[in-house]
């Protein structure tokens, strides 16, 4: 069996791994890349799916004002899916990965932030401008500076950050950045 993490998922399992390069939407599956112009059934089907049970996600495509079905899931997938991560997004029998964490260019002016898309290990919007601050090597002061917050709320927020990511100190939290792609 093949171990290596760095092989995507779509490569070596029944799985399909979608992304987008800004201007077209593309699928790895089998092994072979191809240009989608639409989402296939069976992703549009779980992603509807995890659209309807999430009020969340509902309040955020209602705040940026779509109703339409087919651009609700195309703006869910976008916001949650559309990386090339090399973790399968959908099973072959139909079941979502895990959501991506999506370099975006409306972060921090999106109505629909931390609503439609999620921060990863359900990180509030604060924390993790918190976590990228640290990340880049900010120090304390300077993170209460940008975000206009003190030192005592700076330490809840550190505090909060370390028992959702399971580590410790600035460190930690840095690698933990760089790794899920936050920096």
Request: proline fraction near 4%; include cysteine.
């Amino acid at each position: 069996m093949i171990t290596n993490t760095l092989i995507p998922d779509a490569l070596i399992k029944p799985s399909f791994e979608f992304f987008s390069d800004g201007i077209k939407t593309h699928q790895l599956f089998n092994g072979q890349v191809s240009e989608i112009e639409d989402l296939p059934a069976i992703l549009k089907k779980a992603l509807f799916t995890e659209i309807s049970f999430d009020p969340c996600v509902q309040r955020g495509l209602n705040k940026l004002g779509i109703k339409n079905p087919d651009e609700m899931l195309l703006k869910f997938f976008d916001c949650n899916y559309s990386s090339f991560d090399g973790t399968a997004d959908l099973s072959e029998s139909g079941e979502l990965g895990p959501k991506e964490f999506i370099h975006c260019s409306q972060r921090g002016k999106c109505l629909g932030e931390g609503l439609i898309c999620r921060f990863p290990n359900d990180l509030t919007k604060r924390e993790f401008e918190v976590v990228t601050r640290i990340a880049i090597g900010q120090m304390d002061a300077q993170i209460c500076g940008e975000l206009f917050i003190t030192q005592n709320t700076l330490r809840t927020h550190k505090n909060n950050i370390e028992l959702k990511i399971g580590g410790f100190g600035k460190p930690f939290m840095a690698s933990w950045a760089a790794k899920n792609n936050l920096i």
